[in-house]
């Protein structure tokens, strides 16, 4: 669920980069990714909240709260998780008598977490900006 979240929330971002002003409603958003208008409404508030968008209600839909180039994948990806919630979770309920068992989940946390902060540096490479680049001149 995380990821399509995010997936998600960059569609949003394509295309509120690239409508002209006042049409990136959450009517016209929620057309263009197949899904609700409430889960688009949902989605951009998370956006808004990180100071990615601003929107006006009614006709006046969303617009970018900064340029598309100051806006990294990263950011987006920390807009749609505020919580900071680990992206791969480790089991906690190991017994505490085997050896080996008890040491598992703080070997793996070190290995998924090293894993998430790979995923996070390269999100920060990339920006909003490239993103919408991409997306015109595929074919």
């Known amino acids: 669920m995380i990821a399509t979240r995010f997936a998600v929330g960059l569609h949003i971002l394509v295309l509120v980069a690239s ?27 998370l956006l808004f909240r990180a100071g990615l968008i601003v929107v006006q209600r009614g ?6 709260a900064r340029p598309a180039a100051a806006i990294s994948l990263r950011d987006v990806w920390r807009a749609i998780n505020p919580e900071r919630e680990k992206l791969m979770r480790v089991h906690g309920r190991t017994n505490p008598e085997c050896l080996l068992g008890r040491r598992v989940p703080d070997v793996l946390r070190r290995r998924l977490d090293a894993a ?3 995923m996070l ?10 993103l919408v680049d991409q997306v015109r001149a595929a074919p």
């Open 59 to 64: 006709p006046g839909g969303a617009r970018l």
């Open 121 to 130: 540096d390269n999100l920060a490479v990339t920006t909003l900006a490239e």
């Open 19 to 45: 409508d002209p002003p006042g049409e990136a409603t959450s009517i016209r958003l929620a057309s263009s990714i197949g899904t609700n208008p409430v889960v688009v409404r949902r989605l951009s508030g």
């Open 116 to 118: 998430e902060a790979a």
